[in-house]
């Protein structure tokens, strides 16, 4: 079975300090892998989301990036954190569909998140 | 472009009430529906899908109706307990390429009294 993993849990970083946060996927290969953040009271916002090693689609303009260094590694990075960036995490996975009319394995996995508090 | 427009929260009920959470939709393709459910602290898990139009997609007592005529989605369970307190997203993806984005509603808190 897959399993995602995220770490860590929780986080409490200065402003202006940098940041990394890890995700990894177990028990599938060539998934697709996605970044939100679930900012307090609001819902979920796509951060950035990759296809394959060393490509990375973003989707809102900001001072985080992403990289995938391994097929199933997914690090979201910041060289200088901002209050703004309080949120909560999450880091998710997907199939990458077959081709044709076929519909299914769109769902998305999701791990348990990171808590991350800007002081 | 797609969005999920999901009725605003907080819901209060109490145990055994009959829940509903609207979800409508708007797509510029045939989008697959989804209802995620997120409990304190944790990630999201998926709850039910239906990837085509009067599909219904259920689990845990909880339904949901594709209904293409009105492009919604809503939520219902029958008798609702205090585990069910959570947040829920409705959401939707687009087939089409290789990266399939969901778009999520805002989320809607269910909160439930004994």
């Known amino acids: 079975s897959q399993t995602i993993h995220q770490w860590p849990a929780t986080l409490v970083q200065p402003v202006g300090s940098p940041l990394s946060l890890e995700c990894t996927v177990e028990?599938?290969?060539?998934?697709?892998l996605y970044w939100y953040r679930q900012a307090a009271g609001r819902g979920l916002q796509l951060l950035f989301y990759?296809?394959?090693?060393?490509?990375i689609s973003s989707e809102v303009p900001q001072n985080l990036s992403a990289s995938r260094p391994q097929d199933r590694q997914f690090i979201l990075s910041s060289k200088k954190l901002l209050l703004s960036d309080s949120g909560f995490y999450l880091c998710a996975w997907s199939r990458v569909p077959s081709g044709g009319l076929v519909r299914k394995d769109y769902e998305q996995y999701f791990g348990p998140g990171t808590r991350l508090t800007v002081t | 472009g797609n969005s999920v427009t999901q009725m605003e929260g907080p819901v209060t009920l109490s145990e055994e009430a009959f829940l509903t959470i609207n979800c409508t939709y708007t797509?510029?393709?045939?989008?697959?529906l989804f209802w995620y459910v997120q409990y304190p602290g944790e990630g999201l898990q998926l709850l039910l899908k239906a990837t085509k139009a009067d599909d219904k997609g259920s689990n845990k007592g909880f339904e949901a109706t594709y209904r293409k005529e009105t492009t919604s989605f809503h939520l219902e369970k029958g008798s609702v307990q205090v585990s069910d307190s959570a947040v829920y997203f409705c959401a939707l993806i687009i087939s089409g390429g290789s990266n399939y984005k969901l778009t999520f509603g805002k989320g809607t808190l269910l909160t439930v009294n004994p």
């Open positions: 990759s296809v394959g090693i060393g490509q």
């Open positions: 028990g599938t290969s060539n998934p697709n």
């Open positions: 797509a510029t393709g045939y989008p697959s």
